[in-house]
């Protein structure tokens, strides 16, 4: 009996010997999107599969960036049914439906290559390979895939809903295809170059991280800390407060965001335009940053000219508690965005975490802080009493300038006369 067990065994081996053998292609998955593709008498299988249960569109373009890339978009409709559309564009807008294009898809049922859970809709089409990169000494085809949950139209060119998640793909199809047993899960991560040294994108990408983090959530959280609870104390504390703020903040917060664009234009990465919300919000960050400095110095030279014409009855007006407002708002954005930047290093890299504390540091750094910052407010009644009492002391060079002032002013009378 186990001598007919083996020789069954043996048999079914040789059977899928010769598929195995013959079947080439690739796959990943990368920010909730998985493509297969296989290599069959010189045409290529692609199966796409968006890791959302509410799949809505999704796309896969032969090229590095969006722009002069061919790319095939399909969706499921209400009805069961499948729309394929074949589109192409100039620019960073919505590609326009193709009637002729260079590689002509045709769907076809997928196949399963790899084992997804329950309620997400698998894609799949056939395109002819490319045969010259196939036959290169660098058969490494780059490709670009874009998702989105909303449904279009059953209309081959309906519009399409902005995209959710982008990303991009580098697949060799002369390599022998393992099929995948074991469940993808929810969140794919790409393993590829985890153990390998960091290429010149991912340095650029490091060093972004490293000064928006310390700008937004080190230094201006200091000099808010330092306005909280310094002025409960000394009339000094605007000096230091500045410091952080402006001083050091301003360079750090700049030079870290602009790295930003040079990451995204950088050659090895695939994306040159505002394709999410981390990148979006990061500029409405630096903006909202400068305004906030801004406003800053305007309340600031304002309140030195109304102590030089006698105390201040009203230390708190209204642009003092949106100032306190915005700079909150800030750094609670500040939370947010340090934090998609951390998973957006995972799905442009491949990598896993970028630092095995970061994550853990980032939660603790979210319960310290406000604790800090608002256990400040128990001070309030001293901070009013300080504020009180500075309002009475005399302004160095008030009274000079008073006089000079007022000098000038008879000078005018008399040429007048």
């Excluded at 009203?314 to 800030?330: A, D, E, F, K, Y």
């Amino acid at each position: 009996m186990p001598r007919t067990t083996s020789v069954r065994s043996v048999l079914a081996a040789l059977v899928w010997l010769p598929l195995s053998l013959a079947l080439k292609g690739d796959s990943a998955c990368r920010n909730s999107v998985c493509v297969a593709a296989t290599v069959e008498n010189d045409v290529v299988t692609y199966e796409v599969t968006p890791m959302q249960q509410a799949s809505g569109w999704v796309a896969l373009g032969f090229g590095q960036h969006m722009t002069h890339t061919h790319s095939v978009i399909m969706w499921k409709n209400a009805d069961g049914t499948t729309t394929m559309s074949q589109r192409y564009t100039t620019q960073y807008r919505e590609p326009e439906p193709v009637s002729a294009p260079p590689r002509v898809a045709t769907l076809v049922k997928p196949k399963g290559l790899l084992a997804y859970p329950k309620n997400v809709n698998s894609f799949a089409f056939q395109v002819s390979a490319n045969k010259t990169l196939l036959s290169s000494s660098q058969p490494e085809e780059q490709l670009v895939f874009a998702y989105s949950p909303v449904t279009p139209d059953k209309d081959a060119a309906s519009s399409l809903a902005r995209h959710m998640h982008v990303g991009y793909l580098t697949f060799d199809l002369t390599k022998d295809f393992v099929p995948q047993k074991t469940p993808v899960t929810q969140h794919p991560k790409v393993d590829q170059g985890t153990n390998k040294s960091y290429k010149r994108v991912e340095k650029f990408i490091i060093l972004h991280g490293f000064l928006v983090s310390v700008g937004f959530l080190v230094l201006l959280p200091a000099g808010s800390l330092i306005g909280r609870y310094g002025r409960a104390f000394t009339p000094k504390w605007f000096k230091f407060h500045r410091l952080s703020n402006f001083v050091i903040a301003g360079p750090v917060i700049t030079l870290g965001v602009l790295l930003g664009p040079v990451v995204v234009f950088e050659k090895a990465s695939f994306r040159i335009h505002f394709a999410n919300t981390h990148e979006i919000f990061g500029l409405v960050l630096l903006l909202l940053y400068y305004a906030q400095v801004l406003l800053g110095r305007y309340i600031h030279n304002r309140r030195n000219q109304l102590a030089k014409l006698g105390p201040i009855t009203r230390p708190h007006p209204p642009l003092n508690i949106l100032h306190i407002i915005c700079g909150v708002s800030i750094i609670t954005l500040a939370f947010f965005q340090v934090r998609s930047g951390l998973t957006w290093w995972e799905t442009l890299t491949g990598r896993g975490p970028i630092a095995s504390w970061a994550l853990p540091l980032w939660k603790a750094w979210c319960i310290i802080l406000p604790l800090a910052y608002f256990g400040g407010y128990a001070l309030l009644p001293r901070q009013l009493r300080q504020e009180r009492e500075a309002a009475y002391t005399r302004v160095p060079g008030a009274a000079e300038e008073a006089r000079a002032e007022g000098s000038h002013l008879l000078a005018d009378e008399e040429d007048r006369s």
